[in-house]
Each structure stands twice: as C-alpha cells, then as structure tokens.
C-alpha cells in the first residue's frame, strides 16, 4: 500500500461526515419517499447501509438499498470489453421513476462513477442519480461531482486514500499513503 502519512478522519469523524451527508439527502429531496440508495461495490455497500441506517433513524422510513458490481464496466482496464459483463446486482426493487442515490467511497477520476451509471442504467431509468462520496480527492478525469461529499481531501497522484470499514476491516478511518 506504501508508507503512512496521516489519518485524515477517525471512527467519530467519519460517523458524522455520514449523518450530514444523510440530512443533506433528505433536506435536497424534501424527505425520503421517493429515495433508494445503491452502494458500488465494495465499500460504498457498506457506506450506503449506514447512510439508510441513518435516514431510518431520522425519519423513521426504510429507505431500499441495492449494490452493483461496477468491475466490467470500466474504461481504464486493459481488458476492458465494448460488451460488458454484467455482474448480477443486488437490487431488489426498480429503480425506475426513483431518485437514486449512489454511494462510494472516494471520488478520484470519476471513471468508477461513470462505470456505474453505466451499469445502473442497465436496469432502468431513474427520476434522478445523485452521488454521495466519503471522500473526495480531486485529480477529475471526468466531468463528475459529487452531490454530498463528507470530506474533500487535495492529493497528489503519488498519494493514496484508504477507507476503512467493517466489514473489510477491524477499524473505521480514513487514512493517507504515499506510493
């Protein structure tokens, strides 16, 4: 991974970039009604069933919740194929007519997030999509932004931000390498 340079959020930091990014939802839609929120695999599945966690404790309504593998769709792997893979999702609703809310852990060049409204699309036509990032680090290849951002952290290319979050690991954190 590299050397460590710093934490940059610790569990309680992290906790509360997340109920503000789940106020900032609901305040932006006026409520949760019309609401599902889709993690991208990895991490922000985990991200987005506390951002639901979150919305159920304020507003007393469960909020669905899906995931999507976003691996294939990718533009930026070399054996990325023009006819992707569709990896099976977890979405068990439509997403048709909804405001979706998809969630991930860093935005970076914003190729993840491209992939993935590739792949979301595949399974119908949202209202809306909006993005909701833990972390966001700039260096955009893309022109994508996120709607909710807990924290924006400049980095260098020779940096890495790590997530940290159960299930993939003992401990909450966001932390900082260089490569």
Known sequence: MGKFKATLMDEAAVTRALKRISH???EKNSGSSELCI???KRRGV???????????NIEGMRVPTGEIDITYYRDDRADASPD????????PFSIAG?????????LYTGRTVRAALDALLSYGR???VQLAVLIDRGHRELPIRGDYVGKNVPTSRSELIAVRIPPF???TAVELYEV
């Open 38 to 40: 889709i993690g991208i």
């Open 24 to 26: 900032e939802i609901l």
């Open 98 to 106: 909804k405001k979706v809310i998809l969630v991930d852990d860093v």
């Open 46 to 56: 985990s991200l987005a069933d506390v951002i639901a966690d979150n919305i159920y």
């Open 169 to 171: 690991d003992n401990a």
């Open 84 to 91: 992707p893979v569709i990896l099976p999702a977890r979405l």
């Open 126 to 128: 949202p209202a809306a």
